[in-house]
C-alpha cells in the first residue's frame, strides 16, 4: 500500500506561486507520481507526472512553462512548483501514485492506484 499526503495548498493572489508538496510512505511499488486538480463541476484533470526517481517530465497544455513537478526519492516526496498562476487554476490539487509504467497513460486518472486526500489551491484576481 501507498499512502499520500499532501501539503502546502492556500490563497495566492493572481500572479502568485505556490509549492504542494506530496509525502509517499509504502511506495516500494510505484513508479510515477501525479499531480491532478478538480474544479467545482468539473471532472478531475491531469496537471502533471513525473517517474519517482526523477527523468522525464509531463504537462498538461495549460500548466507548462508556470508549473514543474519534481521529485526527491530520498525524500519519498513529490513537488509541484506553481508559478504565474492564474484564477482558472483555482481548484482541489490531488497528489497520485501509480504501479503502471505506461507513460502513454498518464494523463488517465483512473489508471492511478493511490490517491492523496487533495489541498484547496485558490486563486483571487
Known amino acids: 500500500q501507498v499512502q499520500l499526503v499532501e501539503s502546502g495548498g492556500g490563497l495566492v493572489q493572481a500572479g502568485g506561486s505556490l509549492r504542494l508538496s506530496c509525502a509517499a510512505s509504502g511506495r516500494t511499488f510505484s513508479t510515477y507520481a501525479g499531480w491532478f486538480r478538480q474544479a467545482p463541476g468539473k471532472e478531475r484533470e491531469f496537471v502533471a507526472a513525473?517517474?519517482?526517481?526523477?527523468?522525464?517530465?509531463y504537462y498538461a497544455d495549460s500548466v507548462k512553462g508556470r508549473f514543474t513537478i519534481s521529485s526527491d526519492n530520498a525524500k519519498n516526496t513529490a513537488y509541484l512548483q506553481m508559478n504565474s498562476l492564474k484564477p482558472e487554476d483555482t481548484a482541489v490539487y490531488y497528489c497520485?501514485?501509480?504501479?503502471?509504467?505506461?507513460?502513454?497513460?498518464?494523463?488517465?486518472?483512473?489508471?492511478?492506484?493511490?490517491w492523496g486526500q487533495g489541498t484547496q489551491v485558490t486563486v483571487s484576481s
Open positions: 513525473i517517474y519517482w526517481t526523477g527523468g522525464a517530465t
Open positions: 497520485a501514485a501509480r504501479t503502471k509504467s505506461d507513460i502513454a497513460t498518464l494523463r488517465r486518472a483512473a489508471l492511478y492506484d493511490y
